[in-house]
């Protein structure tokens, strides 16, 4: 490859990498996504897109809250925003969610979990076994209570970020086949990402490769502590309507039925390296949670498993921001769980540092100079 120049060039292109090109390039400025397989190949892609705003984890809800209160938020204007200017239908709703119960001990953490979220300003409740059913029967005879929380919502991933990466092609991003292999620079500034291929000469880089992006350590002379976490899903046919809610359970277990008729439930979790292969285990693990949940499901028909890696941090939080000691370098990963929520706020708030504004939430907290601070 000839050495081509741009603004900025985006490293990966999940959501998280198409968001922010999204933001940069509707305001003008010159992006280049570089991706070393396809658009959404990856998590991003096969993702169920469950959009869930509340933070249960008590230590994290000051620092995560506004970051996911925001993005939903985001999430209700960017979708017919981005519906008029692609006309790609990634069929984002809001969504009523059941938090299911089985155990006295489950009943007890989903109450007090329901305190804090209340306190967060969440509209959200408890309701008893009977009250559960009643919003649909299908539901376990064993359920003893659930969650029920008016506050979230869902969207098909991978024509989400479909709809991110034609939108910002349209605002003149462009896409191409690379795979990064390290980032040239003069004193601190920035002045290329080098790709196997080839370079290309950039002032700013930001590098949005999921669970890959510790793979840049060496090049950036810095520690990030990003792992694989393997997740499972399934899709299956089932007779009976759609279910009137998104089903949880056990922090670990997500149902609902989607526009295709058939019903998604995952994930598993699984600490395995960077395996994406469906596996008979994860298999067997899922349609267990799922007739726990469901018990009529015991008839359902697998149409389809997958299996692809969430970006997890050494402490679960995101890693945000420019890189200490580069100007121009921005990392955007470690979205765990809940990338397809943070997406938007992250294509938002990475945009606006490299416009040279200041960061429109507090973003302290997810800098990579929290693994390095003998370095920072
Ligand atoms: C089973 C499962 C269920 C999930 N459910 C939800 C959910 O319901 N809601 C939610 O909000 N989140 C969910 N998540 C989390 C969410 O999917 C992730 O947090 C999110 O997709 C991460 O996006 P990303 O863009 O950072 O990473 P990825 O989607 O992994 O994208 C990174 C991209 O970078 C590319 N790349 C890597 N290295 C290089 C290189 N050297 N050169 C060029 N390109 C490179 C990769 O090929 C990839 O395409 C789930 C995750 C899993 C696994």
Redesign the pocket.
């Known amino acids: 490859m000839k050495t081509a120049k741009t603004d900025v060039v985006i490293?990966?292109?999940?959501?998280?990498?198409?968001a922010i090109a999204y933001f940069l390039s509707r305001q003008g400025v010159k992006v280049i996504i570089?991706?070393?397989?396809?658009?959404?190949?990856?998590?991003?892609?096969?993702?169920?897109?469950?959009?869930?705003p509340q933070v249960a984890i008590p230590e994290y809800v000051d620092i995560m809250l506004p970051l996911t209160t925001k993005s939903f938020q985001l999430h209700q204007e960017l979708y017919p925003q981005l519906l008029a200017e692609t006309g790609v239908d990634y069929y984002f709703r809001r969504s009523a969610l059941l938090g299911l119960a089985f155990t006295q001990a489950e009943a007890q953490e989903t109450k007090d979990e329901i305190g804090i979220l209340q306190k967060q300003g969440f509209e959200t409740s408890w309701l008893d076994g009977d009250a559960v059913r009643l919003i649909d029967s299908r539901i376990s005879p064993e359920v003893i209570g659930a969650e029920y929380s008016q506050d979230a919502g869902?969207l098909d991933?991978y024509r989400y970020v479909l709809a991110l990466a034609q939108a910002a092609e349209k605002y003149g991003a462009e896409i191409r086949n690379?795979?990064?292999?390290g980032l040239k620079r003069k004193g601190a500034k920035l002045t290329g990402v080098q790709?196997s291929s080839g370079e290309i000469g950039c002032a700013s880089a930001v590098l949005?490769?999921?669970?890959?992006?510790g793979?840049?350590s060496s090049s950036l002379g810095l520690s990030i502590p990003i792992r694989p976490?393997?997740?499972?899903?399934l899709r299956v046919r089932a007779p009976g309507p759609p279910f009137a809610t998104l089903l949880a359970w056990d922090a670990s277990y997500?149902t609902t039925t989607r526009q295709d008729g058939l019903v998604y439930h995952?994930?598993?979790h699984e600490d395995v390296g960077f395996d994406e292969e469906p596996s008979a285990e994860g298999r067997d693990e899922l349609i267990n949670s799922l007739v726990t949940m469901v018990p009529s499901l015991v008839a359902a028909e697998v149409v389809l498993q997958?299996?692809?890696?969430?970006?997890l941090a050494a402490d679960g939080l995101p890693i945000l921001g420019e890189v200490p000691g580069w100007n121009g370098v921005y990392l955007?990963?470690g979205?765990?769980?809940?990338?397809?929520?943070?997406?938007p706020v992250t294509g938002y708030i990475i945009s606006e540092l490299i416009l040279g504004k200041a960061a429109p939430l507090p973003i302290e907290p997810f800098s990579v100079a929290r693994f390095n601070s003998a370095r920072a």
């Open positions: 490293v990966g292109a999940g959501a998280i990498g198409c570089v991706e070393k397989d396809s658009l959404g190949d990856h998590a991003s892609g096969h993702a169920p897109g469950i959009l869930n869902e991933s690379g795979r990064f292999t790709l949005a490769m999921g669970p890959w992006t793979q840049a976490q393997k997740g499972q899903n997500n995952g994930a598993t997958t299996a692809c890696l969430r970006p955007a990963t979205h765990w769980t809940k990338g397809i929520l943070l997406s």
